[in-house]
C-alpha cells in the first residue's frame, strides 16, 4: 500500500481492498472454521477503520498545507537566482487568499490580481491574471515576473518559503513569508 491516496474516494477504495485481501487470505487458509472467519470479519472491519482514519489524517494535513499558503509572501528569487531589485522598483508581492481562490499583489512596478485555477497539496495553478500598466525605470523583474507566474503548475511549502516549479519540475519563483 505504498500508493499515496490523492483523496479520501482513493483512501476508502485502497482501505476496502486491503481488508478484503486479508480476511479472503485467512479465511482461505481455514475454510470451515466458522469461529475463525468471524475473528476474521472483526479484524476486516478494525483494519478497515485504522486505514479510512489514516486517510483522513492525510487530508486534514494537506488541508493543513492549503491553509498555511493564506498569507502576504514577497519574492526572494526567481529561477534559483537572488533577486536584484535597484532603488526605482519596490519589491514584488504576492497575497493569497485561499478560501475566495484569488491572488493579488505586484510585480515590483504594477499592482496584479487575479484567480487561482486549480489547488491541492502540491498543485498551484494561476488562473487569468491581470495588473495595471505602469511604466517603470527596471521593466526586467515585472516582464520576467509576468512570463513565470502562467508557468506555475506546483508548490512546496516550508516554515518561511513558498517555492513554485513548472511542470518538468524546474524552480520558477520563492518567495518569502511576510511577518504579520
Known sequence: MAKKAQSLKD??????????????????????????????????????????SACNMQKEADSNNIQSLQNLWTLSSMADKDLDINGSNKLPTL???????????????????????ALTAS????????????????MEVPRKLGQQLP????????????????????ELLTYKKVDQ
Do not use: P
Request: charged share 25%; proline share 0%; aromatic share 10%.
Open 11 to 52: 483512501c476508502a477504495f485502497l482501505a476496502i481492498k486491503a481488508a478484503l485481501q486479508y480476511t479472503k487470505h485467512n479465511t482461505a487458509l481455514t475454510k470451515g472454521r466458522h469461529q475463525f472467519r468471524t475473528f476474521a470479519i472483526s479484524r476486516m472491519k478494525y483494519i478497515l477503520l485504522l486505514l479510512l
Open 95 to 117: 497575497k493569497i487568499d485561499v478560501a475566495d481562490m484569488r491572488v493579488s499583489g505586484n510585480d515590483g512596478c504594477n499592482n496584479i490580481m487575479g484567480s487561482i485555477e
Open 123 to 138: 498543485e498551484f495553478k494561476f488562473g487569468m491574471l491581470a495588473g495595471t500598466k505602469m511604466m517603470c525605470q527596471d
Open 151 to 170: 508557468e506555475v503548475r506546483t508548490y512546496k511549502l516550508t516554515a518561511l518559503k513558498l517555492y513554485f516549479y513548472d511542470a518538468d519540475g524546474n
